[in-house]
């Protein structure tokens, strides 16, 4: 199974910062890499896909970059609404989906 | 609007069975696979397996082979899961997820199931 190590676990940023997530594969994944944000007691929502696609209708602040192991998520300027987890997600196959271990992004 | 309703929480006791669901509307429910995530509390997410309602094909990651089922009834547009013996570890919040048709993007999530089990 491939396994997916994100970092960190967590930050603490002001808003109006650079925030920045990485994720790193165990095994090369080409650019089948997806982002979620997860809000306290609410289900995860989609992001970016396929490593840097942002998804419709989601602010131009959050992007996503990289390929093979080494992916890359960053919120340009924080916001207070982005107070959430953040976990990472690829699929080497349809069936075979793994998670990164998440990244809890609270303000300073 | 695509939607994907769950049922709601349950709290059993360790031993029993349990069999949770998650209806989907708005789309062709045959024509998308459905997958189950467990969140233990205060944890990360976890990929449990995956069903295509119109055949009923599953699969299981390897660290929920044997200990769930997942099953789908397209009559009414309902994927489930279920367990046959529960444990305390099962105590976890459980979505379920739908995903775009030929890549594992999950566009869609419903709303969890809190499952406690406690003596």
């Known amino acids: 199974d491939i396994q997916m190590t994100q970092s960190p676990s967590s930050l603490s940023a002001s808003v109006g910062d650079r925030v920045t997530i990485t994720c790193q594969a165990s095994?090369?994944?080409?650019?089948?890499l997806n982002w979620y944000q997860q809000k306290p007691g609410k289900a995860p929502k989609l992001l970016i896909y396929?490593?840097?696609n942002l998804e419709t209708g989601v602010p131009s602040r959050f992007s996503g970059s990289g390929s093979g192991t080494d992916f890359t998520f960053t919120i340009s300027s924080l916001q207070p609404e982005d107070i959430a987890t953040y976990y990472c997600?690829?699929?080497?196959?349809?069936?075979?989906?793994?998670f990164g271990g998440g990244t809890k992004v609270e303000i300073k | 609007e695509v939607q994907l309703v769950q049922s709601g929480a349950e709290v059993k006791k360790p031993g029993e069975s349990l069999k949770i669901s998650c209806k989907g509307s708005?789309?062709?429910?045959?024509?998308?696979?459905i997958g189950w995530v467990r969140q233990m509390p205060g944890k990360g997410l976890e990929w449990m397996g995956i069903?295509?309602?119109?055949?009923?094909?599953?699969r299981y990651s390897p660290s929920f082979q044997g200990q769930v089922t997942i099953s789908a009834d397209k009559s009414i547009s309902t994927a489930y899961l279920q367990w046959s013996s529960l444990k305390a570890s099962d105590t976890a919040m459980y979505y379920c997820?739908?995903?775009?048709?030929?890549?594992?993007?999950?566009?869609?999530w419903g709303q969890g199931t809190l499952v406690t089990v406690s003596s």
């Open positions: 095994q090369d994944i080409s650019n089948y």
């Open positions: 708005g789309y062709s429910f045959t024509s998308y696979w």
């Open positions: 069903i295509y309602p119109g055949d009923s094909d599953t």
């Open positions: 997820a739908r995903l775009v048709p030929d890549i594992a993007i999950i566009d869609y």
């Open positions: 997600q690829q699929y080497d196959n349809l069936l075979s989906l793994t």
């Open positions: 396929d490593a840097s």
